[in-house]
């Protein structure tokens, strides 16, 4: 797989930063950082061509890269009328990727921010100001498909039909690569809605509502990566508190997909306002709000980027070509590998068969996990950790 050089410097960037990681203490107690389903593939204690073990020590071996775990990718955006030409300068950005940057196992979906009722998922929330067919809509508590962008049209009786002008893919989940009947790529088109002023945009509300509404919502096993496009912060502009006492931690959605899907990884990004930007969503948009979507990226370990550029005649960030780029370096899990049972000293650890450094190796306080840093995300290496039980 082909990384263009500033690529592979962010890689090397992100692998070597250690964060509050500065011991074992910080380096598990920090939660975005727990072991708990953030290993990488299986492990094996018997010796094996490598490392030649000592009386009384063991090793587990495991693969990291990004040919060794499936990824699944969720853009959720904001579907309010705000965001309707901020979008194509995300579609152009889009596609303007190389498919070669995208893990090789990777596939993508899509859907929006609208809310549900909490006592029944099938309708919007009583504080989203609906329209006809706003029920039906691809996207909400669904992921966009062509299946859905007939229903509908058909539902709406065609009064939101040139919101739709573009074909869409037939499967909710794609590959980077996939394109619609009419040659588009899949992600490209899949940003279409008729913009309405829906008055509320919920992205972080949404998620955790589509989790519990579908089961097996990501591939077991996969590593999850969730996008969020949005000028403004969950629940929007408005502050519904009704909509915003919905709104879970980073914890519990990741407990939730977790339990759903069987994942190994969860990770949030996200394109939102600063405090201090002013959008169409106010002057500042977030005075008062605070920033819940910030807030849930830095717990998951993923990349925040604003949405605003005070320097762009619009006000917002117009180039998401780089911006993606970024989410995509920044996707895989971070690389905690599980170990077979709890140790009492880890004699050492080999990286594509050199020796890693004392000051890179971490051992969680439950003495059953071991954090790695300095790994470059865009290798594909073996780690064998050698320990003493």
Known sequence: ???PPQILALFFLLGCSTGTYSSVETTYRNKRTTADGESVNTYSTAQA???KLAPGEKKSEFSYGPK???????FIFDNS????????DVRNGIESLSVAQWPPDTRIAVMNTLPADPSDLSKVHKDVKSYLGIESEPGFMNLISEAARQKFLNTADNVY???YPDALCESEWFKPSDKSSAGKACLSVAFQSPFSGVGVEAGLVALSQMVSKRAQLFRKKSNVNVVFLSDTQDPGKENVPDVDILRPTFDKIKQN??????VVGVKLHGITPSESCSTNEGKPSLKGYGTPYQDAIRASGGTWLDFCDITSSTGFRKDYKSVVEQIIANSLPDPVFVLPTAVSKVVRVVAAGAALPDSSIFLSPDNK???VNGLNPGQDIRIEIIYIP
Request: charged content about 15%; aromatic content about 12%; proline content about 6%.
């Open 1 to 3: 797989m082909f990384y």
């Open 369 to 371: 996990s071991v954090r």
């Open 81 to 88: 009328g705000s965001m309707k030409k901020p979008l194509q």
């Open 49 to 51: 061509v490598g490392e």
């Open 161 to 163: 039909g040139a919101s």
């Open 68 to 74: 060794f775990v499936p990824a699944d990718f969720l």
């Open 257 to 262: 997909i977790v339990a759903n899907s069987g």
